[in-house]
Structure formats: structure tokens, C-alpha cells
């Protein structure tokens, strides 16, 4: 199982929009209804940002969106603000129980 | 409010066997699936297996041969021992519950493990 790609990086001004793309297979991200984001801060525990592709847990700004076409899947911050500086990763339903995750990317706040 | 807490030996030698645990407090341990999950030193993340009570635990196919997950329900607690370790094995380790159909929606604090002679 492949890791799913991500771009290494991004980068947008306070108040701006930044989209992260997240490509796999018809094997993972392609087959199911199933990708979740993460944020995490240097040194801490992910935090879950969206799950099934585009559904919010309580206590997530409405800033995050996410989507998906076909094997990718993509993670929408707008109005980017300073604390939204960290590492995003994504991850897909595999089958058989298992998951996969995204290469990483690291979204800097200018 | 739910929270896990882990802990486990953070420095071991080729060959030996890593051994977390994490321990679920504030809600119940029934009825979710629990996660271990790795990420080595300025890497991305890796899923390595599941339990859930009364059920079987999955693993990751290339950890399978030296993997094991296990719950506790009267302790609320997983674990996980991962055998014959390399350097390779060097991460920090996350317990996290669930997968399907929501997410990791809960993670424990992370446990540094170094692998090195």
C-alpha cells in the first residue's frame, strides 16, 4: 500500500484560501467515501479536521471544507489564518481493514 | 471528555520487543475500533493496526509477522508489541480510536521510540 501524494507544500497570506490536494488510487481514495484530514502542530498529536470526504467534527471552523473527484481528494482552508500554519495529512479507506495516509503537506501562513 | 494516555519503554536495542500501552479515560471502550499509528522522526504517518472488542485485530501486512494488538476491557487499555525491532522502527507511536466511518477522532499524546545499539 502506497502512501497517498500530497504536495510538500503551501502557502497563503492571513485571510486568503489554500486547497491541498491528496491523489491515490481507485484503490483507496477512488473506491470509498472514506478520506479524512488531519492538522498537526510541531511536536503534537494529529488533529481530525474532516472526515468522509467532507463532513466537520463539532468544534472545527467551517474555514475547513473538503471534497473529492475521482482518486483526489482535496482540503480547503479560507480565510487562512495564523494558528492554521502547520502539517496537513489525509488519509483513505483501504479496504480490508486497513488505511493509508497522505506524504504530508506543510501549510505555511505568510 | 475522553482521553487517552499511553506509556511504554522509549529506548531499545535491535532485537527487542516494543511494548506501549494506552489507556482510555472518561468514556467507553466498547463499540470503537482502536488504532495504533507511527510516525518516524520528520516523516508523515503510518497506520499499523486495529482491535476492537470482540473482534479481530488487523494489522498492516508488512508489521503482520511481528505484531500484536490486544485490548484490555476490564482496564480500558490497548497494547501493542511489535517484535525483533530495527532502527527502522524508530517513530513516535500514537493510540488513536476509530477509522470507519469517522476518522481518528481521538489521539493519545505520542511516545517517542528509539531504536539503537
Known amino acids: 500500500q502506497s502512501a497517498l501524494t500530497q504536495p510538500p507544500s503551501a502557502s497563503g497570506s492571513p485571510g486568503q484560501s489554500v486547497t491541498i490536494s491528496c491523489t491515490g488510487t481507485?484503490?483507496?481514495?477512488?473506491?470509498?467515501?472514506?478520506v479524512s484530514w488531519y492538522q498537526q502542530h510541531p511536536g503534537k498529536a494529529p488533529t481530525l479536521m474532516i472526515y468522509e470526504v467532507s463532513k466537520r467534527p463539532s468544534g472545527v471552523p467551517d474555514r475547513f471544507s473538503g471534497s473529492k473527484s475521482g482518486n483526489t481528494a482535496s482540503l480547503t482552508v479560507s480565510g487562512l489564518q495564523a494558528e492554521d500554519d502547520a502539517d496537513y495529512y489525509c488519509s483513505s479507506y483501504a479496504g480490508s481493514n486497513l488505511y493509508v495516509f497522505g506524504t504530508g503537506t506543510k501549510v505555511t501562513v505568510l | 471528555q475522553v482521553q487517552l494516555q499511553q506509556w511504554g519503554t522509549g529506548l531499545l536495542k535491535p532485537s527487542e520487543t516494543l511494548s506501549l500501552t494506552c489507556a482510555v479515560y472518561?468514556?467507553?471502550?466498547?463499540?470503537?475500533?482502536w488504532s495504533w499509528i507511527r510516525q518516524p522522526p520528520g516523516k508523515g504517518l503510518e497506520y499499523i493496526g486495529e482491535s476492537i472488542h470482540g473482534g479481530s485485530a488487523n494489522y498492516k501486512p508488512s508489521l503482520k509477522s511481528r505484531l500484536t494488538i490486544s485490548l484490555d476491557t476490564s482496564e480500558n487499555q490497548l497494547s501493542l508489541k511489535l517484535s525483533s525491532v530495527t532502527a527502522a522502527d524508530t517513530a513516535v507511536y500514537y493510540c488513536?480510536?476509530?477509522?470507519?466511518?469517522?476518522?481518528?477522532?481521538?489521539w493519545g499524546q505520542g511516545t517517542m521510540v528509539t531504536v539503537s545499539s
Open positions: 488513536a480510536r476509530g477509522g470507519l466511518p469517522g476518522g481518528f477522532d481521538l
Open positions: 481507485s484503490s483507496d481514495v477512488g473506491a470509498y467515501n472514506y
Open positions: 472518561g468514556g467507553s471502550f466498547s463499540g470503537y475500533y
